[in-house]
């Protein structure tokens, strides 16, 4: 927080301070918040969704991956730092993807006035409804997720030593409702990305009708090729494909 002496006051009498903002809580820094965050967490969903399509390359593989995962950065950094650093990086990411996103609605609520409602209520309402519901189902869907596959509790097998079976345990095909929960969890990853993307590209590229079109078709491209990358594994093994 920073104080300045307001400069129109008199120079006589007391001194007024007034209260500025840091350039962090201003709208544009909050916007550069949601923008950092919400990079990383892409970088984060594309790099484990290439992980997950190891599981094509059979179980000794993929079981492999998942130990070496524990082992990244060895021996500079003991067994499992890595994952731990990069949990919390994450966790901090998503704590204040939200928090600026939160502050960023209210005071655009508040700045909107009333008498604006009847216009283009439903398109402005419609993305930020989505945005914020999406994001509530994307949180829940990530500790359910957790709770699945990582720390075994919610998992029919839930053996941290053999992933590969803990996933094709889940997506079995008496458990269809599982794949049914997380085919819509990842379409509601998908919308929230193609939304967020698209604000990102906008900003980063030309202000036309142009730049506009490949900013939808760019955020599209890449939401469409993570749906399908995630959507492909559960898919395998309810179909047999992954056994
Ligand atoms: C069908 C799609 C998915 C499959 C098959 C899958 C599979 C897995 C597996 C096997 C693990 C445990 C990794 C390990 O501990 O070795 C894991 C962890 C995790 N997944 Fe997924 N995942 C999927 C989709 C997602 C999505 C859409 C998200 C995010 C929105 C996500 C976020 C996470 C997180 C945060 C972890 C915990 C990572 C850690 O332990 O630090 N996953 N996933």
């Known amino acids: 927080m920073h104080w300045t002496t307001d400069r129109s006051a008199p120079s006589v009498g007391p001194v007024v301070i007034t209260k500025t903002r ?22 984060f969903l594309v790099v484990h969704m ?7 390359t059979g179980e000794t593989s993929f079981d492999h991956y998942a130990h070496w995962l ?21 966790t901090v990411a998503v704590v204040a993807h939200i928090v600026a996103a939160t502050v960023l609605a209210r ?13 283009k209520k439903v398109r402005g309402s419609y993305a930020a409804r989505t945005m914020r519901w999406g994001g509530v189902i994307i949180l829940l869907f990530v500790i359910y997720h957790i709770l699945d596959l990582t720390t075994g509790h919610l998992n029919p097998q ?23 929960f997380y085919t819509l969890a990842i379409v509601t990853v998908g919308f929230h990305l193609r939304h967020g993307a698209y604000s990102a590209f906008r900003s980063l590229g030309q202000q036309t009708p142009r730049g506009e079109r490949r900013a939808r078709a760019g955020a599209l491209v890449l939401a469409v090729a993570l749906c399908a990358g995630y959507l492909v594994v559960p898919f395998a093994v309810l179909t047999g494909l992954v056994s």
Request: proline share 7%.
């Open 158 to 180: 839930g053996d941290a030593s053999n992933p590969y079976g803990n996933v094709v345990a889940d997506f079995a095909p008496e458990r269809w409702y599982v794949t049914l």
């Open 22 to 43: 840091s350039p962090i809580r201003s709208n544009v820094g909050l916007k550069a918040v949601m923008a950092v965050t919400g990079i990383l967490l892409v970088l």
């Open 70 to 90: 524990r082992d990244i950065g060895t021996p500079l950094l003991p067994h499992t730092w890595y994952l731990w650093i990069q949990r919390s990086v994450l």
């Open 107 to 119: 005071r655009a609520r508040a700045a909107r006035p009333v008498k604006y409602a009847h216009r």
């Open 50 to 56: 290439l992980g997950n399509l190891k599981i094509f």
